[in-house]
């Protein structure tokens, strides 16, 4: 600990009496060091910081007169950290006038007896600032120590960060050479990064400013590659007064992120990709595969019953929400069980355990930017299952607007189209329909294809029929389907006559090879009318 006056006034040995204390918390200030002066003004000789002792050589009894009247003002307005007054050298005891003023002043006073020279207390605030100094020594080194193991850690550059915060006693974020944050160790930061503004323009490689802002003391170290390559910015931040926060610390983490943030980019791109080919393999059903290297690249697996989660969103987003699930740094994933998690396809995946699974989407949600979905609950052997759940329950949120949506919420839930995904559907329906595609009937002539009559003989190109004399054979189909065969209502809502529908429904029929009395024939063409882009209603 720093030598201090109450350190001073504890050693029995100095027998040192207090005679004003001074303002709150002024006993307890560190002493930079102790000066001894009988002149009227000693401040030229001062720094700020001292502890003065003078016997009042030259010092009047009863009255400072002019040469005095702003002695200790004058003391205080250098930063002195007390006064040390001497008795019965010159004085008896200590002029009036001096206590007086010390009170008005804030400055702390206290009595040497004359039995105690000036040099023990010289050497009592010697050997404290030295004790200081080795101390502060010995805790950069530790401090340095336990950066250094950082730098050996599976995700080096997050480690160095929240290491760095954490020895600090602050706040600390690295931001990408743009200026965005990339890494923090907080999620929320008492600053606006945006705020720094020329704080981070830097002319010499590996510079560093020092800014107070907000009531914090703020460090910004430019980082560099050997090669003059701007790698990012590290900013570090105390709460209190400019120059309270441990710079060498901040400048010995900044000079392991250069080396950290080159090589562990390659290593950060191969776990990625070990992820994303794992939790795929989970997904389609592996699991048991997958669960001898669970605990390298997510720090385990999560228990079940499960949820899976499909994130979509902006790519800035889905990697904020990737180092959400980041196990080796503090985050949510602190407090609650593992997850196993990757990027597959342009989508972040995740399977959780049911029971914190609305915590995850909590903190997914926090970003207005990506969208959920959330399975229903399953076991390991359950996962393709709960994929789709969750791929269907995102696709679903994203056409309703919403930006999370668990599987089942919504109406209709369970039907068909909600299970199969709608580009596969789109795609079935337009292969299904493809044989009608053309066919058009025209209302004054009867059935029949391009260029071809109701007879199917190929004849000469004709002037096309009027658009509002023309039926699709997808939308007669498609009204058939809905009035379940029944010929007369089939006539009644498309304005036909029922003979007419029924030589149109012999055309589809045979246009489509099919037998529309059968039910599963007639179920997948009531899907494909649904969802084909043909047809003209």
């Known amino acids: 600990m720093p030598i201090t006056l109450n350190t001073l006034l504890e050693q029995r040995s100095l027998k040192l009496s207090l005679v004003v204390e001074g303002p709150g918390g002024a006993l307890d200030t560190p002493i930079s060091w102790v000066h001894s002066s009988e002149s009227v ?21 009863d009255d400072p007169g002019e040469k005095f009247r702003r002695y200790v003002a004058r003391l205080a307005d250098c930063g002195i950290r007390g006064i040390g007054f001497g008795v019965g050298v010159h004085h008896a005891a200590i002029p009036e006038w001096l206590v007086k003023q010390c009170e008005v002043s804030d400055v702390p006073l206290f009595s040497v007896p004359l039995e105690i020279s000036f040099i023990a207390i010289t050497k009592a605030i010697s050997r404290g600032v030295a004790d200081s100094k080795q101390q502060g020594f010995a805790r950069l080194y530790r401090n340095q120590q336990q950066l250094m ?47 720094l503004g020329d704080t981070l323009t830097f002319s010499t490689l590996g510079e560093a400013k020092f800014v107070a802002m907000r009531g914090y003391d703020i460090a910004v170290f430019h980082i560099a590659s050997p090669a003059g390559q701007t790698l990012g910015y590290l900013v570090a931040g105390y709460r209190g007064e400019k120059g309270t926060l441990d710079h060498p610390l901040v400048a010995q983490a900044a000079a392991l992120l250069t080396l950290a943030i080159s090589s562990s980019a390659d290593a950060s791109r191969a776990l990625a990709r070990l992820r994303s080919a794992m939790v795929r393999r989970c997904l389609e059903g592996g699991a048991e595969m997958v669960r001898p290297y669970a605990s390298d690249l997510w720090d385990g697996m999560p228990a079940e019953p499960l949820a899976v989660l499909r994130v979509t969103g902006e790519q800035e987003a889905l990697e904020a929400a990737q180092r959400l699930f980041e196990p080796f740094r503090k985050s949510l994933a602190k407090n609650m069980n593992p997850a196993v998690f990757g990027m597959i396809e342009g989508d972040f995946w995740a399977v959780v355990s049911q029971s914190n699974a609305g915590e995850w989407m909590t903190g997914l949600l926090r970003d207005s930017r990506v969208i959920v979905g959330q399975s229903s609950g399953c076991i390991w052997r359950d996962l393709p299952r709960a994929r789709h759940e969750a791929y269907q329950a995102a696709s679903e949120a994203m056409t309703s607007g919403a930006q999370s949506l668990r599987y089942g919420q919504s109406e209709g839930g369970g039907s ?29 002539v009867g059935p029949h294809g391009e260029n ?44 036909l006559h029922r003979h007419t529908v029924t030589k149109y429904m012999a055309r589809i029929s045979k246009a489509l090879a099919a037998d529309l009395a059968d039910p599963q024939t007639a179920a997948e063409l009531w899907y494909a009318c649904k969802f084909t882009r043909f047809g003209g209603r």
């Not at 720094?47 to 010092?59: A, D, F, I, R, V």
Request: proline share 8%; charged share 20%.
């Open 149 to 195: 193991r950082s730098v050996h850690t599976l995700d080096p550059v997050s480690t160095i960060i929240s290491k760095t915060a954490e020895l600090i006693g602050g706040w600390a974020a690295l931001l990408n050479p743009v200026g965005a944050v990339v890494e923090s160790s907080h999620r929320f930061l008492p600053i606006e990064v945006s705020a």
């Open 452 to 495: 071809t009559r109701s007879s199917g003989r190929k004849t000469s190109p004709t002037k096309s029929p009027d658009p509002d004399m023309t039926l699709h054979a997808v939308d007669v189909l498609r009204a058939w389907l809905s009035c379940r065969g029944r010929t007369e209502e089939v006539a009644r809502s498309l304005g």
């Open 41 to 61: 003004d000693p401040t030229p000789y001062l720094e700020g910081g001292e502890l003065l002792l003078l016997t009042g050589l030259l010092m009047p009894e």
């Open 416 to 444: 068909l189209e909600n299970m199969v995904e709608p580009s596969k559907m789109r795609a079935f329906a337009d292969l299904r329909l493809a044989p009608i595609s053309a066919l058009v009937f025209n209302l004054s």
